[in-house]
């Protein structure tokens, strides 16, 4: 069994998925921290992100896998825990072009690919339902108006213990929404079997239950 959940940033994608994967007992892969782990890599050893290659130099020798402690999902990047780090606001601005590049994306991908095989996942992403798990069960796509995503962002980004300003944070959402849906590869959209769910006037439980109820059905 195979879960695609994909949607824009900020649209309650990776609690959703962590819950409904809970709820199912079936392992959940936030492809998004992989590819903030590589950036955070990126920026820490201070790599032009716009190098197409050296990215994806990076991206080959750079080990990132998930640890699971008593509490939660680590995300460790070459030996180091980044879990909190992978959220900062430097990171959450150079992510969506380190994600463009397409050998960076292909290598992802076939390492996602590899994650799921042989067992029951939730994945979230971008371009899961399409690239990753073409042939999963269900691909939900999962939104939320730009300023529902933008206060979920900066109450995030608060309880972090970061300043916020939203009208920067919607511009940044903005932004990476534009980078997400414009690259050539693996770009975020609908498809034809994606099941939408706009979740601007739901609670967490509500969104959960909503997709409890179609994969019931
Ligand atoms: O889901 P997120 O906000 O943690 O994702 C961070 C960035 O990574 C996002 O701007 C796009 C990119 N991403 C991607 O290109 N493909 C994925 N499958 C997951 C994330």
Not at 6 to 27: F, H, M, Q, V
Not at 81 to 105: C, F, G, K, L, Y
Not at 144 to 160: F, G, N, V
Request: a negative charge; charged letters at 25%; glycine letters at 4%.
């Amino acid at each position: 069994m195979k879960i695609a959940i994909d949607g824009p940033a900020g649209a309650g994608k990776s609690t959703l998925a962590r819950w409904l994967a809970e709820k199912l007992n079936y392992i959940y892969i936030d492809t998004g921290a992989m590819y903030r782990a590589l950036t955070w890599e990126a920026l820490r050893k201070e790599i032009d992100i716009h190098n197409a290659a050296i990215l994806a130099e990076l991206a080959r020798t750079t080990d990132i896998h998930f640890t699971i402690d008593s509490r939660s999902q680590r995300v460790i990047c070459n030996g180091i825990d980044v879990t909190e780090q992978i959220r900062s606001p430097e990171v959450n601005s150079a992510v969506s072009q380190v994600a463009a590049h397409a050998e960076v994306r292909q290598l992802m991908v076939s390492k996602q690919q590899q994650m799921a095989q042989a067992v029951a996942v939730v994945m979230d992403g971008r371009d899961i339902g399409e690239c990753v798990l073409p042939d999963a069960n269900y691909k939900f796509y999962i939104t939320a108006s730009i300023e529902e995503r933008t206060r979920r962002r900066a109450a995030e980004l608060k309880s972090s213990g970061y300043e916020v300003n939203e009208q920067n944070i919607s511009q940044e959402i903005q932004n990476r929404d534009y980078n997400d849906t414009h690259r050539t590869t693996g770009a975020l959209k609908v498809l034809e079997d994606s099941i939408i769910v706009d979740t601007s006037n739901l609670t967490i439980e509500e969104a959960l239950n909503t997709l409890l109820e179609i994969i019931g059905r």
